[in-house]
């Protein structure tokens, strides 16, 4: 089975500081994807990315980039974390049938 | 955009009692995705319908795929305290997915 994994379970930043969420996996997917899940909204698309180097906007882009340098791992990067970016984060793969999400990563902006 | 509407937003049930959770898209979905949640955890895949009309079970899991493939639903037989958790459904694919906003099951022993 395909492991997704995020490197932190819990992140707490201050606002202004640049953060970096990562994420990982082991099955050569070449569809990757960051969510954002928020009570009473759901999963909502960020960005995703087709291939190295390749990223395309998700439905709530903004205040957010990313980075795909190498196939296994798609960076989420919040430029200057705001309180309102205070979520989970959740990447996933994806190959057809089926997507496979990490455990997320639970940001605090303070 | 996709947008897909998912309901009831809570339900709680007794133990034994069945669940059923429903969901409708306004564009017609190529094909619909579930996942379950359970409480501090992450979405887990359970399964994806394609075809027009489509049922598939599993053990106590039925799902059905509407005939317009814009609507699908989630019915749990009998629940059990395991059950317990939120419900998504999903439509998408290679581009990413749009959920719905997802069911809570609460069970009362």
Redesign the interface.
């Known amino acids: 089975d395909v492991k997704v994994t995020q490197s932190s379970r819990y992140l707490v930043k201050r606002t202004g500081e640049k953060v970096f969420l990562e994420c990982v996996q082991d099955m050569d997917h070449e569809?990757m994807?960051w969510?954002r899940q928020d009570p009473?909204?759901?999963?909502?698309?960020i960005y995703?990315s087709?291939d190295v180097k390749m990223k395309?906007k998700?439905?709530i882009p903004e205040g957010y980039s990313v980075s795909r340098e190498k196939k296994e791992r798609f960076s989420l990067i919040l430029e200057s974390a705001s309180t309102n970016q205070t979520s989970m984060y959740?990447c996933?793969t994806?190959r057809?049938?089926?997507?496979?999400?990490?455990?997320?990563t639970r940001l605090t902006v303070v | 955009g996709q947008q897909v509407m998912q309901i009831p937003q809570y339900q709680h049930v007794q133990e034994g009692e069945d669940f059923t959770t429903y969901c409708n898209s306004s564009t017609t979905l190529s094909n619909i995705q579930w996942y379950k949640q359970r409480p501090g955890g992450h979405p887990v895949f359970l399964i994806q319908l394609v075809k027009s009309g489509e049922v598939k079970k599993q053990k106590r899991l039925t799902f059905q795929f509407g005939e317009a493939k814009k609507n699908s639903s989630l019915h749990i037989t009998a629940t059990q305290t395991t059950d317990v958790g939120t419900y998504f459904c999903a439509g998408g694919g290679a581009d990413g997915l749009t959920f719905g906003k997802g069911t809570h099951l609460i069970i009362q022993p």
């Not at chain 1, 009473?40 to 698309?45: A, K, M, Q, V």
């Not at chain 1, 057809?96 to 997320?104: I, N, R, V």
């Open positions: 569809n994807f969510y009473g909204l759901g999963l909502r698309l995703f087709y395309e998700g439905d959740l996933a994806h057809p049938g089926k997507d496979t999400f990490g455990s997320g």
